[in-house]
């Protein structure tokens, strides 16, 4: 067994957890049509889509303890003898189950948590929708005007596509800017600080990030509302 080989395989594993975040995000969306059609949190359908989120979570901490093992393993086996090597399958083996204990509960995997979130916050907007029905004596104009201000990027100054939540102070970006803004900052070895005037938040990082498919619905049907392509 060649250690050369290995980086390719993790590589490729590494690729399957973006395609499973991808799919994760595909059922999001889709229970949230469901919440948005029937108006509830509770119907078999969105038990069943929940399950597969699980699930999902369930595959993605299992390759990351698989990663995680082989490159704890491959770098200590590294600097051992090269009889090290026969031990090689074992040793990753056993850190993998170690981790797998460590790491088990998919409860608490950032999809999930978002998917339970974002349920419970579309079936709130369909709520306040439908009371809002019922009075119809909201102002326009402050309502026009209170939308696009929650949906402006703060960094590009208009609408935003992707938006995305910072789970530290709360505040939305558009993903693109956010993303660019940070690679560009750790390039020149610098933070990226919250650029919502007032906020603290001095060190944004891209795991404090979370799309907002519920934000970016309101987005959407603001859009069409609005007569925007």
């Known amino acids: 067994m060649s250690l050369s080989s290995v980086q390719p395989a993790l590589s490729s594993l590494k690729t399957c957890q973006v395609d499973i975040g991808t799919g994760m995000d595909i059922v999001s969306d889709v229970a949230l049509d469901l919440v948005e059609a029937q108006g509830t949190d509770d119907s078999p359908s969105l038990r069943k ?32 003898p090269p009889q090290a090597m026969f ?21 608490r995997h950032s999809k999930v948590v978002a998917f339970r979130d974002n349920i419970r916050k579309s079936l709130a907007q369909v709520n306040q929708s439908a009371a809002a029905h019922v009075e119809e004596e909201l102002d326009e104009d402050i309502a026009v005007t209170q939308s696009q201000t929650n949906f402006t990027c703060p960094l590009t100054q208009v609408e935003m596509v992707n938006p995305v939540r910072n789970k530290k102070c709360q505040h939305y970006y558009d993903q693109e800017a956010a993303l660019t803004m940070i690679k560009t900052r750790h390039n020149n070895k610098k933070k990226f600080r919250c ?13 404090d990030l979370e799309l907002d498919l519920v934000m970016k619905r309101l987005i959407q049907t603001n859009k069409r509302q609005s007569g925007k392509s």
């Open 195 to 207: 650029p919502v005037v007032g906020c603290s938040n001095s060190d944004v990082k891209q795991s």
């Open 87 to 107: 031990s090689l399958l074992n040793s990753v083996k056993n850190r993998f189950a170690e981790l797998k204990d460590r790491d088990s509960d998919v409860q």
């Open 49 to 80: 889509l929940e399950q597969m989120m699980l699930e999902c979570a369930a595959l993605d901490r299992e390759i990351n303890c698989f990663v995680e093992s082989v490159e704890q393993t491959t770098a200590h086996v590294r600097r051992e």
